[in-house]
């Protein structure tokens, strides 16, 4: 009896082990742990596409946007609930995403954008908050988001970390929750570009994305 009872103990371990994400997701889905809102904010859209590559051809609006929808689609399997500030190819100006994230009170702001540069050997993966000097918690825990969240892109994709850095960018600025925008490589880099291609290389940054965000709640909420 105490062998059978042990041996049930055993399996019911490992198969809460092997899918620690799904324990997770019912908890937050019953709500018997809470969850704070995350907005995601595709760069770009419409008739702004961003930084643009001639051949292969590439606008950093598409890829901005495949990139939020891979990283939503991580978030709610841990349970979060995730808000975009655009689920499509069109337009929002830049107010009208802060008004959108400080009207749904979110707790968690993350703007995905590419990078580019004149100097086609700059590479690697960057992250900015702001620096505020009126709200210094808010500039603290953006940092603390920041940091957690490079650190898990660059954990799954190998790619060079820029590092975190200050910004004045509206979305980062003007939103009242920690807020960060993530620069997920250069298009202008011809082997980044090459990987940023691929479905499987921005599969990897969302999964840090997501898993970012919970390496932050888990340290400081």
């Known amino acids: 009896m105490i062998l059978r009872l042990l041996l049930i103990f055993i399996a019911v371990s490992i198969n809460l082990s092997a899918a620690p994400q799904k324990v997770l997701a019912v908890a937050y889905k019953n709500k018997t742990i809470q969850r704070p809102i995350i907005i995601l904010d595709a760069g770009h859209g419409g008739l702004d596409k961003g930084a643009k590559i001639q051949y292969p051809y590439l606008e950093e609006k598409r890829l901005s946007l495949s990139l939020t929808l891979l990283a939503k689609k991580y978030l709610e399997q841990l349970g979060y609930k995730v808000i975009l500030t655009r689920a499509k190819d ?3 100006p830049l107010k009208k995403r802060v ?12 703007s995905i954008h590419f990078n580019s540069c004149p100097n086609k050997t700059a590479h690697g993966i960057e992250i900015y ?6 709200n210094k918690v808010k500039a603290k825990t953006s940092l603390n988001l920041a940091q957690c969240i490079l650190s898990d892109i660059i954990k799954k994709t ?3 970390s820029r590092g975190v850095k200050k910004g004045k960018f509206c979305v980062i600025k003007d939103t009242k ?3 960060i925008l993530i620069e997920a490589g250069f298009l202008t880099n011809p082997q980044e570009r090459d990987n940023i291609r691929k479905t499987i290389y921005l599969d990897k940054i ?4 997501a898993e970012g965000v919970e390496s932050f709640i888990n340290k400081y909420f």
């Open 90 to 92: 069109y337009f929002v």
């Open 99 to 110: 008004e959108f994230a400080n009207e749904a009170k979110a707790e968690i702001f993350v």
């Open 129 to 134: 908050y702001h620096n505020s000097l009126e």
């Open 158 to 160: 190998k790619a060079r």
């Open 177 to 179: 929750m920690p807020a």
């Open 206 to 209: 969302s999964l840090g994305i």
